[in-house]
């Protein structure tokens, strides 16, 4: 998976510092083994010293094999002080690279607070856009089940007023069969009236002839 750009930079700081910290971990190693060294080269010009103030007493006979063998102790003095001079040297370098390690892992510890602070807040704003999405998400749902809940009331009206408007036409053709019933029946009732209004003529009109 492809790292973001803060969790790029996070994962370059911390591989800076264990770099650091293993480098620290070289000059520790360095420093120890310096500081041996420098106690055993130590021991070993006491020890020379020693045995070299010891040897200056020795009998008249000898006097020339003591000279010579002060000599030969002294110039091995001067090299072991040499190299215990060059040992202290390289100790202080160590030392000064140790002090500007140190410095840089308080510059990439600072770094990498600045980085974690960053991170949290960036990580807070991630969880407040994904609660907000959560919301948005939510209320998307309930508008979407809100708009299905009124599509099936529209359908469910749209159904009922085709069924009233079935019954209606039903209706309707009902009082059209009725009217056209009671039209008929009027006209036939006022054909019976006339035939019956026709024949009280007659006989009225009978009756005067027979009188006459």
């Given amino acids: 998976m492809a790292l973001t750009g803060w969790q790029q930079e996070i994962l370059s700081r911390l591989q800076e510092r264990d770099a650091a910290e293993r480098a620290n971990s070289g000059i520790y190693e360095s420093y120890r083994r310096l500081a041996a ?17 010891a040897s200056r007493v020795v009998p008249a006979d000898q006097g020339n094999a003591g000279s010579d063998n002060n000599a030969v102790q002294q110039a091995y003095v001067q090299s072991l002080e040499a190299q215990i001079a060059s040992l202290r040297d390289e100790l202080g370098s160590v030392y000064k690279t140790q002090a500007q390690n140190a410095q840089r ?21 991630l969880l407040q856009l994904r609660s907000e999405r ?19 009331s529209i359908e ?7 069924m009233l408007k079935l ?23 006022l054909e ?16 005067a002839g027979s009188t006459a």
């Fill in 192 to 207: 019976k009236k006339a035939q019956e209004a026709a024949e009280m003529d007659n006989m009225l009109g009978g009756q």
């Fill in 134 to 152: 959560a919301i948005s998400k939510r209320e998307r749902e309930e508008a979407l089940q809100m708009r299905k809940d009124k599509d099936r």
């Fill in 37 to 53: 060294q420098t106690a055993i080269l130590k021991e070993r010009n006491r020890s020379l010293l020693k045995a070299a103030s």
């Fill in 156 to 162: 469910a009206l749209h159904d009922e007023l085709s």
């Fill in 105 to 125: 892992l308080v510059n990439l510890t600072e770094q990498l607070q600045s980085i974690n602070e960053r991170f949290s807040t960036e990580h807070t704003e």
């Fill in 167 to 189: 019954e209606f036409d039903m209706l309707e053709k009902k009082n059209e069969d009725l009217q056209e019933d009671n039209s008929s029946l009027l006209r036939r009732w």
